[in-house]
T-cell receptor, first 113, second 111 residues
Framework: DTAVSQTPKYLVTQMGNDKSIKCEQN?????MYWYKQDSKKFLKIMFS???????INETVPNRFSPKSPDKAHLNLHINSLELGDSAVYFC????????????FGQGTRLTVV | KQEVTQIPAALSVPEGENLVLNCSFT??????LQWFRQDPGKGLTSLLL?????REQTSGRLNASLDKSSGRSTLYIAASQPGDSATYLC??????????FGQGTELSVKP
């Protein structure tokens, strides 16, 4: 059983398109995250949702809009894709309080052409 | 602002060697520190989690230590194997569950 799963694994699209990435976790965690890994492999947080409420927004362009229909799902919608959006996007989950372990999905490699 | 640094950026060793990967952080106000492994084109696999009150954690051939006051952690890998080749990432957890990552150490173990 996959703990944190993302779809799709690969996404190739043209500039200007709108695309979505989906994420689901079956760990019963109350907090989910989106991280971006750039071409230099550096991972940085983008968003965090706790029980469907946005709690972290790291000055990401408003073309990126996360949506959490319930605490087990966190989707990422990207409007008007740009070349610079090409990266690997990782979903993760953990418990908000306490000091619990974070689990990551396998990543979505987005390529904008 | 928390900054996490990993040294070295890359490391190549012959099979069987013991090795140490280093991670340092600038703000000691952390909840925990987590070591991950990332294989090329793959996701992150959690290796070890050390709580801020702990000094070390062990799992098989891996041992991670934490000195919160000095802002340092090490990952010790005993008797390295070619299958250990991967990028190793450390991350510190801050309030709200946010993880701040280092840039990683790319490890290559030669047969």
């Amino acid at each position: 059983d996959t703990a944190v799963s993302q779809t799709p694994k690969y996404l190739v699209t043209q500039m200007g398109n709108d695309k979505s990435i989906k994420c689901e976790q079956n760990l019963g965690h109350d907090t989910m995250y989106w991280y971006k890994q750039d071409s230099k492999k550096f991972l940085k947080i983008m968003f965090s949702y706790n029980n469907k409420e946005l709690i972290i927004n790291e000055t990401v362009p408003n073309r990126f809009s996360p949506k959490s229909p319930d605490k087990a799902h966190l989707n990422l919608h990207i409007n008007s894709l740009e070349l610079g959006d090409s990266a690997v996007y990782f979903c993760a989950s953990s418990q908000f309080s306490g000091s619990t372990e974070a689990f990551f999905g396998q990543g979505t490699r987005l390529t904008v052409v | 602002k928390q900054e996490v640094t990993q040294i070295p950026a890359a490391l190549s060793v012959p099979e069987g060697e013991n090795l140490v990967l280093n991670c340092s952080f600038t703000d000691s106000a952390i909840y925990n520190l987590q070591w991950f492994r990332q294989d090329p084109g793959k996701g992150l696999t959690s290796l070890l989690l050390i709580q801020s009150s702990q000094r070390e954690q062990t799992s098989g051939r891996l041992n991670a230590s934490l000195d919160k006051s000095s802002g340092r952690s090490t990952l010790y890998i005993a008797a390295s194997q070619p299958g250990d080749s991967a990028t190793y990432l450390c991350a510190v957890r801050q309030e709200g569950g946010k993880l701040i990552f280092g840039q990683g150490t790319e490890l290559s173990v030669k047969p």
